[in-house]
């Protein structure tokens, strides 16, 4: 980032000895050390889109070659998000516990206020979750998806010993509180998905960023739902107003009418965080009548959207 402000703010083109003495991070290096962080940086961000240019401040005589970024080149239009747009980039500010994306999260809302556009988290208050990442293959698995990086792993099953896995990861997901990456193995040649509490020892990066592409209309939920079946704790009895709940009568085991306002519905689920929250999204036109557990998940959304609506 510092390398972009500098090469972006400058009118000229800047030498290599010019940007060493600018840029944080690059003072106090050798010229080897500083040589392979340069050129690193640059391919980060031509990654992005970003060009270098290269060029002469003089076009008489040969000069030092140096280097810059048009800012033509690089602004973007201005951002227009509608209400519930800018709400979850808010709330995405808010669940992160992981320190790394909670940063990314906040400081994106930061650019947002900044540039003028409203956030109201308020309209997703009965349905904040929290999200947290403390498997140690996280970080290395996110910046491998975001970056298309294949990566290369230890992963044991229960009763079996860790095996060498090769992997293009597609993206990296939270399935009923456990995060998994899904992707292409390369060994198998097939899609698999791994739960990163499996990872044993350090992923390492295998080649250069962007040497594959996810396949379009690649649906992660799907796919894990496919490989990872939910587990289910057990039935739960929840009244739907005629003509509402599609989701939840989509889940639904059995539908008996009750009178000409209600239909009472079986929903088998797996996690009672996420059928409240399903439930409570549909207001005064879902009620969950038990179990217990679920029921009171339930009340307190709707007292926490009460609240924050009184």
Do not use: C
Request: no cysteine.
């Amino acid at each position: 980032m510092n390398l972009f402000i500098t090469l972006l703010v400058s009118r000229q083109y800047l030498p290599k000895e010019k940007i060493r003495e600018a840029v944080e991070g690059y003072r106090g290096q050798n010229d080897q050390a500083f040589d392979r962080m340069f050129e690193r940086d640059k391919d980060e961000l031509r990654e992005l889109g970003i060009t270098v240019e290269t060029g002469s401040n003089d076009k008489f005589f040969e000069d030092e070659i140096g280097y810059r970024i048009k800012r033509d080149e690089v602004e973007l239009p201005d951002i227009q998000l509608t209400r519930e747009e800018s709400a979850v980039v808010g709330l995405a500010a808010q669940v992160w516990e992981h320190a790394g994306l909670a940063g990314e999260s906040t400081s994106a809302l930061f650019k947002l206020k900044a540039a003028g556009v409203t956030v109201d988290t308020s309209v997703l208050r009965m349905v904040e979750p929290r999200l947290s990442a403390s498997e140690p293959s996280f970080d290395t698995m996110w910046e491998a998806v975001t970056r298309r990086i294949p990566v290369t792993f230890d992963y044991q099953r229960p009763g079996a010993p860790a095996a060498k896995r090769s992997v293009q990861p597609w993206g990296v997901i939270s399935w009923h509180g456990r995060w998994y990456m899904a992707g292409f193995d390369t060994d198998r040649q097939e899609p698999r998905v791994f739960r990163l509490t499996r990872v044993r020892g350090d992923v390492s990066l295998a080649d250069a960023p962007g040497s594959y592409e996810v396949p379009e209309g690649t649906d992660l939920k799907t796919l894990a739902r496919e490989l990872y079946p939910s587990p289910t704790l057990g039935a739960a009895v929840v009244r739907v107003r005629r003509g509402r709940g599609q989701s939840l009568r989509k889940m639904a085991e059995s539908v008996i009418a009750l009178d000409d306002d209600f239909d009472e519905l079986r929903v088998d689920y797996a996690s009672p965080w996420e059928l409240a929250s399903e439930i409570a999204s549909y207001g005064r036109d879902a009620v969950a009548i038990s179990p217990p557990d679920v029921r009171a998940e339930v009340i307190n959304r709707l007292r926490a959207a009460a609240k924050a609506g009184a």
